[in-house]
């Protein structure tokens, strides 16, 4: 996973490398952003102040085993 935050907007872009379709959720302290699925794992969004982790799951192994997990990072 690649990411990028813009912290004055709190701005969060993250692509999944190399392209591929892919599910993202932001898990934080008020709970998670399921940012459902996109073909290019391509995600945008604006993330909660304070720590976050990212989880993808690629759709070629749509199960928990294929699951990659960020640790928490802190924003």
């Known amino acids: ?3 990028e935050i813009d912290k004055a907007t709190r701005e969060l872009t ?3 490398i190399p392209p591929q379709p892919a ?3 932001i898990r934080h302290a008020e709970g998670t952003i399921d940012l459902g699925r996109d073909e290019y794992g391509f ?3 604006t993330v909660p102040i304070g720590s976050i982790s990212l989880r993808c799951v690629p759709a070629a192994g749509a199960d928990a085993e294929q ?3 960020t640790s928490w990072l802190a924003l």
């Open 67 to 69: 699951a990659v997990a």
């Open 23 to 25: 599910s993202l959720d």
């Open 1 to 3: 996973l690649e990411a």
């Open 43 to 45: 995600f945008h969004t």
């Open 14 to 16: 993250i692509q999944v």
